[in-house]
C-alpha cells in the first residue's frame, strides 16, 4: 500500500502526519507465509482477504469501519469475524462503512449508518458485521450507500439517496435494499453515484452528476439509471466509480474515463475538467 496515512491506513505500522509515502510498502501480516487474494480502500481505511479466507481491516475506525468490536484506529490489520471464521470471498470499503460477503454467501456490514447505509433498517452505527441477508454474489460501497447484486442478478442498492444514487426513482434514503431489477452482472458505487453493467453488456449510471460523471453527455443528476454509450454500444466488461469520476472497459479491451479531472484522474496528461465527456484510452 502507498499514500496518505493519517490514520495507518496504509497498514504498515506506522501513522500520523508525515509518514505518507510515495512507492509501495508491504502490509504487516501476522502470517507473511500466507499470500492475500482481495484488497479494498475506503475513504480512510482498508481491508483485504487472505488465501485462507480470513478477512483483515485497518486505518481509521471512528465509526467502527475496521469491524473489529472497537472504534480504535490501527495502523496495522486486524482480523475481522463474521461468526463463521475465516471463509470471506469479498470485501469492499466504503466512505466510513465497509460490507463483505462470506463464503455462503451471507451480506454481512459494518460502520457508519447514518444515512442508511448498512442496510439492515436502523441508522445506527456498527462497529461489528450486521447480517443483511444470503445469496448474494456481488457488494460495492460507496461514499454513503450500498448496492448489491444477489445470485438470481437482482440489483439492490441502499443508504443515502440525495442525488439520485439508489436508483429507484426517488431521493429519498433507504436503510434497507431497494430493487433496482433484474439482469444485472456488476455494479460499483462511487462518492454520490452508481454504475452497473447488465446481463447484456451495457452500461448504466445513475445519481450526482455535476462533474459529468454519468457519462451521459449532460451534467444532470438522475435517480434513474441511464444508458452510457462508448460507440460501441453494450459491450461493456466492467465499471468501477471513484468520487467524482468513473472509469470503464469494454469488450475491447479499451479504457474509457469521465466526469471529474482537476487532478488528472482521467489520465489524459492533463487536468482540464472535461465534464461529461467519455474518454478513450
Known amino acids: 500500500c502507498w499514500g496518505y496515512n493519517w490514520y495507518g491506513q496504509l497498514g504498515n505500522g506506522a501513522d500520523g502526519s508525515g509518514t505518507e509515502i ?11 507465509s500466507t499470500p492475500w487474494q482481495q484488497v479494498s480502500t475506503g475513504e480512510s481505511h482498508t481491508c483485504g482477504i487472505d488465501s485462507a479466507g480470513k478477512l483483515w481491516c485497518w486505518g481509521a475506525n ?16 486486524v482480523a475481522i469475524s463474521n461468526g463463521d471464521g475465516t471463509n470471506w470471498q469479498q470485501v469492499s470499503g466504503g ?3 465497509t460490507c463483505g460477503i462470506d463464503g455462503a454467501g451471507k451480506l454481512w456490514c459494518w460502520g457508519a449508518n447514518g444515512s442508511g447505509q448498512l442496510g439492515d433498517g436502523t441508522n445506527t452505527d456498527s462497529n461489528t458485521p450486521v447480517a443483511i441477508g ?3 454474489q456481488q457488494v460495492s460501497t460507496g461514499g454513503y450507500h450500498t448496492c448489491g447484486i444477489d445470485d438470481a442478478g437482482k440489483l439492490w442498492c441502499w443508504g443515502a439517496n440525495g442525488s439520485g444514487q439508489l436508483g429507484d426513482g426517488t431521493n429519498t434514503d433507504s436503510n434497507t435494499p431497494v430493487a433496482i431489477g ?3 452482472q456488476q455494479v460499483s458505487g462511487g462518492g454520490f453515484h452508481t454504475c452497473g453493467i447488465d446481463g447484456a453488456g451495457k452500461l448504466w449510471c445513475w445519481g450526482y452528476n455535476e462533474s459529468g460523471q454519468l457519462g451521459d453527455g449532460t451534467n444532470t443528476d438522475s435517480n434513474t439509471p441511464v444508458a ?7 459491450n461493456w466488461q466492467q465499471v468501477s466509480g471513484g468520487g467524482f469520476h468513473t472509469c470503464g472497459i469494454d469488450g475491447a479491451g479499451k479504457l474509457w474515463c469521465w466526469g471529474y479531472n482537476w487532478s488528472g484522474q482521467l489520465g489524459l496528461g492533463y487536468n482540464v475538467p472535461l465534464r461529461s465527456v467519455l474518454m478513450p484510452w
Open 134 to 136: 444470503t445469496n448474494w
Open 22 to 32: 510515495s512507492a509501495p510498502a508491504a502490509v504487516l501480516d501476522e502470517d507473511p
Open 62 to 77: 471512528g465509526s467502527g469501519q475496521l469491524g473489529d468490536g472497537t472504534n480504535t484506529d490501527s495502523n496495522t490489520p
Open 95 to 97: 466512505g466510513f462503512h
Open 182 to 184: 433484474t439482469n444485472w
Open 228 to 234: 452510457i454509450s462508448n460507440g460501441d454500444g453494450t
